[in-house]
């Protein structure tokens, strides 16, 4: 089956940082491009960044830029998101998403995983 | 950047009514629509690309419509299971921002 599981979330303080990770399992990571996405407390969700398959492009949302590194190992079948100076604003549920795949183009995110929660708090 | 508005933002209805949600983009997007059903501590669920295509395994009551600027998600007789948060996203840059989403409420 399908899947895309999340770890590292968890409470951190005000200007501090962590690192999300997300496994693939049943696909080859390599060959999809891979989105991380947030959706804050009672909010909707907020597409965060996303990275190419070989790891040459990556783009965010204006809110992260300068602190959010996303990164991938392939042959770890993983991607990663690393979180600096954290604000009380990126509290929120982190999912990594299949975006597009290399030859059929996009459609749709279409394996999700089950999220991580971040608490940014003091 | 592109915008996504959706309407409307809350939308109650019965079991068998037929809905119909929504999106406007600030630009042209083509084609470049997915919609998404979301339910209360679940990860979103992917229900149709491409603005009209299907996604496996999802009913066939759901239906998406729409090129350019504006498109539509409809369900044709609302079930129990359908009462949801339903996001609309665009794909047609390397971001792929997300509509503020509907949510579907019981009568």
């Known amino acids: 089956e399908l899947q895309l599981v999340e770890s590292g979330g968890g409470l951190v303080q005000p200007g501090g940082s962590l690192r999300l990770s997300c496994v693939a399992s049943?696909?080859?990571?390599?060959?999809?491009?891979m989105s991380w996405v947030r959706q804050a407390p009672g909010k909707g969700l907020e597409w965060v960044a996303n990275i190419k398959q070989d790891g040459s492009e990556k783009y965010y949302v204006d809110s992260v830029k300068g602190r959010f590194t996303i990164s991938r190992d392939n042959a770890k079948n993983s991607l990663y998101l690393q979180m600096n100076t954290l604000r009380a604003e990126d509290t929120a549920v982190y999912y990594c998403?299949?975006?597009?795949?290399?030859?059929?183009?996009?459609?749709?995110?279409?394996?999700w995983g089950q999220g991580t929660l971040v608490t940014v708090s003091s | 950047d592109i915008q996504l508005t959706q309407s409307p933002s809350t939308l109650s209805a019965s079991i068998g009514d037929r809905v119909t949600i929504t999106c406007r983009a600030s630009?042209?997007?083509?084609?470049?629509v997915a919609w998404y059903q979301q339910k209360a501590g679940k990860a979103p669920k992917l229900l149709i690309y491409r603005a009209s295509s299907l996604e496996t395994g999802v009913p066939s009551r759901f239906s998406g419509s729409g090129s350019g600027t504006e498109f539509t998600l409809t369900i044709s007789s609302l079930q129990p299971d359908d009462f949801a948060t339903y996001y609309c996203q665009e794909f047609s840059t390397t971001s792929r921002t997300f509509g503020p989403g509907t949510k579907v409420e019981i009568k």
């Open positions: 630009q042209s997007i083509s084609s470049w």
């Open positions: 998403a299949r975006d597009s795949h290399m030859i059929q183009g996009e459609r749709g995110f279409d394996c």
């Open positions: 049943e696909f080859t990571l390599s060959s999809y491009w």
